[in-house]
């Protein structure tokens, strides 16, 4: 069986501001691709962020270098649970997947309200 070397875990505490920070392992440029940053608990979507909202920020399109900030008013939603995270792109109406994994989420809280 293939392992897919995009499948990463993601660890980060509920209540917290965070950056993920992503680079392309082929150097691709992104310059005309829309992308989208999902959080799933199974087959539900619970968060849905796109390039074109300003959540995702290209840094270096020749590259293919982008992040992705989650605030803490969007991970204080995330329960302990079993989610998952993906990135997708989209080109002319196709979509890919180019990373995604288990999204762990600590808790409790860090900061105070």
Do not use: C, H
């Amino acid at each position: 069986m293939a392992v897919d070397p995009n499948d990463q875990t993601v660890r980060i505490y509920r209540g917290e501001d965070v950056s993920l920070d992503f680079s392309s392992l082929d150097a691709t440029d992104v310059t005309d691709w829309d992308l989208t940053f999902t959080v799933r608990l199974k087959t539900t979507l619970l968060l849905t962020l796109t390039r074109d909202d300003g959540d995702i920020e290209v840094t270096d399109e020749s590259t293919g270098d982008f992040s992705v900030y989650l605030t803490r008013e969007q991970t204080s939603d995330f329960a302990s649970r079993n989610l998952r995270w993906d990135v997708w792109k989209t080109v002319s109406g196709s979509y890919r997947r180019l990373a995604g994994g288990p999204l762990v989420v600590l808790t409790p809280e860090l900061a105070p309200a």
